[in-house]
């Protein structure tokens, strides 16, 4: 096959220093028109993207997938470091340079003569260094993006709490306050109280997930999947049969939910 890239052998098509050389060409006065007139902001949405893609690899337990959308995401971080070069701001090897620096100092008991004992004290000691590495003042929370989806930030601030022993000791407490929240939906005075409502009820769902070692926006999205599938069965369903959901009754309805579930086992 030929080479697109000049000077670059297959060998050199492995290096990560072929990428960062691939995408300053791109952005060159040479390079292409596209490339070169992106800004952080308007490939914002692509950086996005990027990472459902490899997190839906990753829930399809797909190496193939995965393999290729880690590739995109690594575009997508190299093209910024390169926009952020071209403004004079910072480049690739700062950025690299930066996260090795975090890495060595947050695991002293690896690179340092610090002992730890579990998990937990890595954690501890984790989220002391990050404390101490903190130029002012300020929440230990403030450094989880606000921008994430409400059930991920969920978890991310709960989990950051729990490295400092905010937790409960066991789940039956976490069980016990999820139906208590459920209870107050039904009793609440107003839509007003009613949403706050579901908003407590899903924010101890989501602490339970977390304790649970399950990723919250994970499961969500097998469960979308799976209704998909299901309600795209059941249309399939009534189609071969002449039917119309909407002509359905609720109990025919739910009798044809439940064959389209023993279908797809």
């Not at 407590?200 to 469960?223: H, K, M, P, V, Y």
């Not at 309805?253 to 389209?260: C, S």
């Amino acid at each position: 096959m030929d080479n697109l890239f000049t000077g670059t052998d297959d060998g050199e098509l492995e290096s990560f220093e072929t990428l960062v050389k691939i995408i300053a060409r791109l952005r060159g006065p040479d390079g292409c028109p596209w490339d070169r007139k992106q800004t952080h902001q308007s490939i914002r949405d692509s950086l996005l993207e990027e990472t459902y893609e490899v997190l839906s690899a990753l829930d399809n337990d797909d190496a193939v997938s995965l393999r290729e959308e880690l590739g995109d995401l690594l575009l997508q971080i190299v093209l910024h470091s390169q926009i952020a070069h071209d403004s004079s701001e910072f480049d690739i090897s700062q950025v690299i340079r930066l996260i090795n620096e975090k890495l060595i100092r947050r695991h002293p008991h690896v690179f340092g003569n610090t002992r730890t004992e579990s998990v937990t004290e890595v954690l501890a000691n984790w989220e002391e260094i990050k404390q101490s590495e903190r130029k002012e003042r300020t929440s230990m929370l403030d450094g989880v993006p606000a921008a994430m989806p409400a059930l991920s930030y969920s978890q991310a601030i709960q989990k950051r709490v729990a490295r400092v022993g905010f937790d409960w000791e066991d789940d039956s407490g976490v069980v016990e306050k999820v139906a208590e929240e459920a209870r107050e939906i039904i009793t609440s005075a107003s839509r007003e109280e009613e949403e706050k409502e579901f908003g407590d009820l899903l924010f101890t769902l989501a602490n339970l997930a977390r304790r649970q070692g399950i990723d919250l926006e994970s499961a969500l999205r097998g469960a979308n999947l799976r209704f998909y599938h299901r309600f795209s069965t059941m249309e399939k369903l009534c189609f071969e049969r002449g039917l119309k959901i909407k002509d359905l009754c609720f109990e025919e309805q739910n009798k044809l939910w439940e064959e389209a579930k023993r279908l797809e086992v």
